[in-house]
């Protein structure tokens, strides 16, 4: 195999809050460790160092839109490959740049998004394809609608998927629980995250939760999601129903805990790349119900109970169902368990780099 030319990563990433699309761009980035990282900035506390990882730091006055495009090209040199895996890149620049497309939301979703920001995103994926060497993605959902919608031939998308961290393992009930107390979870409950959009169908999930808590009187419904990000469009948890509880931001040993603790992890997502939530919980051992749309089915496999997010009867009878019925209950985390270890960082870096050399 003829070495690769020198990588260099689009580290625009290490200074945005650690959501799905980062989380994806760090586990992959530390498996690059030859990697050249360029960032506007001194990387987020919410990204541990990598030992012997080269961060170059491209401080500049202009937004972090304006860095990408103007910046980010003079510090990679042309015959250099860059790896964008944040869902941007710049239009001028390495004649062998791979761009990561998570998904086509501002497309396919549009109502979770600003004006200004549709506009951007829009005349960016009018315009990449064009110059990109080739464009990666995270399911075939995904690689199936950039085909589509932006007219890529087949043999220019490819997938490299997520997968849960280390960190996302069942642990013993005892540490869940001190864990747990210092949020202030105690009792069963229903777990349910992601960033405070529209497309999280949180709205209906509430619903879901009012009409079937009455016959649950012990659990109490914990959602977990950021509502600093230019997409928290959703005002739907500023009004919580009883035993509702809403974290805004939690760390990841938090998070794991939470994952562990929870009866069913519900993630009725109206729209989704990959879903990444859905294999951390499996990876903790956690029952999961998700939505039969998107990628979600894809991801999800056998080891869910899937659900029609657009029926707020659907979202109740399925969460019900899984509280209800232990077996179930026990059958769906043997399964996710089993479907979480075949999605690997090791082996999406692996997949990443027979792509760059594609």
């Known amino acids: 195999m003829t070495p690769l030319p020198r990588l ?18 760090y586990e992959l980035t530390q498996r690059l460790p030859s ?13 541990p160092p990598v030992p012997g990882q080269r961060i170059e730091i491209a401080e500049s006055l202009l937004p972090h839109h304006l860095w990408e495009q103007v910046v980010l090209p003079s510090r990679v040199p042309k015959d250099a490959l860059l790896w964008c895996p944040g ?9 062998r740049e791979f761009l990561t497309i998570h998904d086509l939301s501002v497309f396919d979703f549009p109502d979770g998004f600003s004006a200004s920001y549709l506009a951007a995103y829009r005349t960016l994926y009018a315009l990449l394809p064009r110059r990109v060497h080739r464009i990666l993605t995270v399911s075939r959902f995904s690689r199936d609608r950039i085909i589509e919608m932006l007219r890529v031939p087949e043999d220019r998308v490819g997938i490299v998927p997520n997968a849960p961290a280390a960190q996302f393992r069942p642990l013993d009930r005892d540490v869940v629980d001190v864990i747990l107390a210092r949020l202030g979870v105690t009792g069963p409950y229903v777990l349910s995250l992601g960033a405070i959009s529209a497309r999280k169908n949180f709205r209906r999930l509430l619903e879901a939760w009012e009409r079937i808590a009455p016959k649950w009187p012990d659990h109490r419904l914990v959602v977990v999601g950021r509502s600093d990000l230019a997409f928290s469009n959703d005002d739907s948890l500023r009004a919580l129903p009883k035993r509702a509880t809403w974290l805004k931001q939690v760390s ?8 562990n603790g929870a009866d069913v992890m519900a993630y ?6 990959f879903g990444l939530p859905v294999i951390e ?18 991801v999800a496999g056998d080891a869910a109970q899937l659900v029609d997010p657009r029926s707020v009867d659907a979202i109740a009878e399925g969460v019900d169902a899984v509280l209800a019925d232990a077996g179930l209950r026990a059958e769906l985390q043997e399964r996710g ?19 760059l050399h594609a």
């Open 268 to 273: 009725p997502s109206l729209y989704e790349g």
């Open 281 to 298: 919980a499996m990876a903790c051992g956690t029952a999961v119900l998700t939505s039969n749309t998107s990628a979600l089915p894809e």
């Open 252 to 259: 990841d040993e938090q998070l794991v805990a939470l994952y």
């Open 87 to 95: 869902g941007s890149g710049p239009l001028r620049g390495s004649r």
């Open 8 to 25: 260099f990563i689009n580290g625009r990433f290490l200074t945005q809050p650690l959501t799905g699309i980062q989380r994806f761009a």
């Open 337 to 355: 368990l089993a479907r979480a270890a075949t999605f690997t960082w090791v082996g999406a870096a692996q997949t990443l780099l027979t792509q």
């Open 35 to 47: 990697a050249v990282v360029v960032s506007p900035g001194a990387p987020s506390a919410e990204y």
